[in-house]
C-alpha cells in the first residue's frame, strides 16, 4: 500500500516560516490534503487539493504538492499554530483507500 | 454549520464488540456529494482510517481491519455506525467519524468536517 513519510518534529520561531514536508512515491500525481491537530481536539483542514484553503483558515497556510513530495508552508508562525499536522491522499491503486502520514510535531520555540 | 456527534460506551470488554453511532445535524446524509467515514487514533499515537459509508449502503474498509468491522447507515435517523469486533486492548483509541468530500478533480476524497471524537477504552 501507498507510503506517506513525515519528519516526527518541526521547530521554528515565530514570526518565521515553517515547512513541513510528506513524502511519498510520485505523490505529485496526487492530491494532497493536511490536517492541523491540536492537543485533545479533532483534526482540521487546513489545506486541500494541494493548496486550497477552507473558509476561515488564515492565508499564512499554503500547500504546494510536485515530484515526490508535498510541502504544508506555515508564514508569520505564531504560538497558536503549535499542534500535529498530518498529510492524506486517496490511493486507489491499493484496497488501502484512505493513507494518512505519520504526523508532524510543529513546535513554535 | 454542519456537526457530527460520536456516541457510544466508552468502555469495551477484550473480546467483545465496539459499536459506536455518529449523528449528524446541520445536514443530510442521504447527499450524493459525500461518503462518510470512521477514523480512530490510539492515544500518543497517529490517525488510522478505519472506512467509509455512502448514503445507498456501500462501503469500504481498511483492509487491516475489514474481517472485524461492519459500518452501516441510518437515513432515517441521519446516522451511521461502526460495529469492531473481537477487539483487544491495541483497538484502544479515540475514534472520529467525519465527512469524506470528492476533490475538485474528482477522482480522491478528505475529510472536511468531524466529530469531537470520543475515546474508547479497552480493559476488564
Known amino acids: 500500500s501507498y507510503v506517506l513519510t513525515q519528519p516526527p518534529s518541526v521547530s521554528v520561531a515565530p514570526g518565521q516560516t515553517a515547512r513541513i514536508t510528506c513524502g511519498g512515491n510520485?505523490?505529485?500525481?496526487?492530491?494532497v490534503h493536511w490536517y492541523q491537530q491540536k492537543p485533545g481536539q479533532a483534526p482540521v483542514l487546513v489545506v486541500y487539493?494541494?493548496?486550497d484553503r477552507p473558509s476561515g483558515i488564515p492565508e499564512r497556510f499554503s500547500g504546494s504538492n510536485s515530484g515526490n513530495t508535498a510541502t504544508l508552508t506555515i508564514s508569520r508562525v505564531e504560538a497558536g499554530d503549535e499542534a500535529d499536522y498530518y498529510c492524506?491522499?486517496?490511493?486507489?491503486?491499493?484496497?488501502?483507500?484512505?493513507?494518512f502520514g505519520g504526523g508532524t510535531k510543529l513546535t513554535v520555540l | 454549520q454542519l456537526q457530527l456527534q460520536e456516541s457510544g460506551p466508552g468502555l469495551v470488554k477484550p473480546s467483545e464488540t465496539l459499536s459506536l453511532t455518529c449523528t449528524v445535524s446541520?445536514?443530510?446524509?442521504?447527499?450524493?456529494?459525500?461518503?462518510w467515514g470512521w477514523i480512530r487514533q490510539p492515544p500518543g499515537k497517529g490517525l488510522e482510517w478505519i472506512g467509509s459509508?455512502?448514503?445507498?449502503?456501500?462501503?469500504y474498509y481498511n483492509p487491516s481491519l475489514k474481517s472485524r468491522v461492519t459500518i452501516s447507515v441510518d437515513t432515517s435517523k441521519n446516522q451511521f455506525s461502526l460495529k469492531l469486533s473481537s477487539v483487544t486492548a491495541a483497538d484502544t483509541a479515540v475514534y472520529y467519524c467525519?465527512?469524506?468530500?470528492?476533490?475538485?478533480?474528482?477522482?480522491?476524497?478528505?475529510?472536511?468536517?468531524w466529530g469531537q471524537g470520543t475515546l474508547v477504552t479497552v480493559s476488564s
Open positions: 446541520g445536514g443530510s446524509i442521504s447527499s450524493s456529494s459525500y461518503y
Open positions: 510520485n505523490i505529485g500525481s496526487k492530491s
Open positions: 467525519a465527512r469524506q468530500i470528492l476533490t475538485r478533480y474528482g477522482d480522491a476524497y478528505y475529510f472536511d468536517y
Open positions: 487539493d494541494d493548496s
Open positions: 459509508i455512502y448514503y445507498s449502503g456501500s462501503t
Open positions: 492524506q491522499v486517496w490511493d486507489s491503486s491499493s484496497d488501502l483507500f484512505v493513507v
